[in-house]
T-cell receptor, first 114, second 107 residues
Framework: GAGVSQSPRYKVAKRGQDVALRCDPI?????LFWYQQALGQGPEFLTY????????KSGLPSDRFFAERPEGSVSTLKIQRTQQEDSAVYLC????????????FGDGTRLSIL | AQRVTQPEKLLSVFKGAPVELKCNYS??????LFWYVQYSRQRLQLLLR??SRESIKGFTADLNKGETSFHLKKPFAQEEDSAMYYC?????????FGKGTMLLVSP
């Protein structure tokens, strides 16, 4: 079956613009995670959903970052008033279980803020 | 706080040589540790997890609680092992990743 799908693959925006990144998890997966991966770094946790409930958003770097998963499947990560430091690869992962393993990752969205 | 340290950014070996990718962790509870791998132009994927105690593609990793380490080993490296390797620690709802080690296996 299809894996985790993320769109767009690449996004270029001007500083101050709002962006929205989409994640389609594997069908039926309960848990969904967002990570931010800066150049030369490992992925860093942003937020976690179990079905439609956002159970942990402790990794979101500021109130400009907002994530939702209204129907418990597709998720959107929104970044308002983007800054240059927001440039990174944003990874989405999903897991079939209520716990956080195993996680299946998407290809990521590479966001560049000019 | 949980933390994962991978001290080497790059490890370069010749084909057939042994490989050890180092990982140390800091965690107050009972850790669950993983190795993820990212091959060129592919997505991040799970390589192995310590609780399964299995060998994947010839790789093994043993959790050493005394040394708080989870090093990844392979006795004879192959060119197709060239990739980025990340050690990760599982907390309540998150994975904490190390910064990764690039393994380059030369012919």
């Amino acid at each position: 079956g299809a894996g985790v799908s993320q769109s767009p693959r690449y996004k270029v925006a001007k500083r101050g613009q709002d962006v929205a990144l989409r994640c389609d998890p594997i069908s039926g997966h309960v848990s969904l995670f967002w990570y931010q991966q800066a150049l030369g770094q490992g992925p860093e946790f942003l937020t976690y959903f179990q079905n439609e409930a956002q159970l942990d958003k402790s990794g979101l770097p500021s109130d400009r970052f907002f994530a939702e998963r209204p129907e418990g499947s597709v998720s959107t990560l929104k970044i308002q008033r983007t800054q240059q430091e927001d440039s990174a690869v944003y990874l989405c992962a999903s897991s079939p279980q209520r716990s956080n393993q195993p996680q299946h990752f998407g290809d990521g969205t590479r966001l560049s803020i000019l | 706080a949980q933390r994962v340290t991978q001290p080497e950014k790059l490890l370069s070996v010749f084909k057939g040589a042994p490989v050890e990718l180092k990982c140390n962790y800091s965690y107050s509870g009972s850790p669950e540790l993983f190795w993820y791998v990212q091959y060129s132009r592919q997505r991040l994927q799970l390589l192995l997890r310590h609780i399964s105690r299995e060998s994947i593609k010839g790789f093994t990793a043993d959790l050493n609680k005394g040394e708080t380490s989870f090093h990844l080993k392979k006795p004879f490296a192959q060119e197709e092992d060239s990739a980025m390797y990340y050690c990760a620690l599982s907390g309540y709802s998150t994975l904490t990743f190390g910064k990764g080690t690039m393994l380059l296996v030369s012919p």
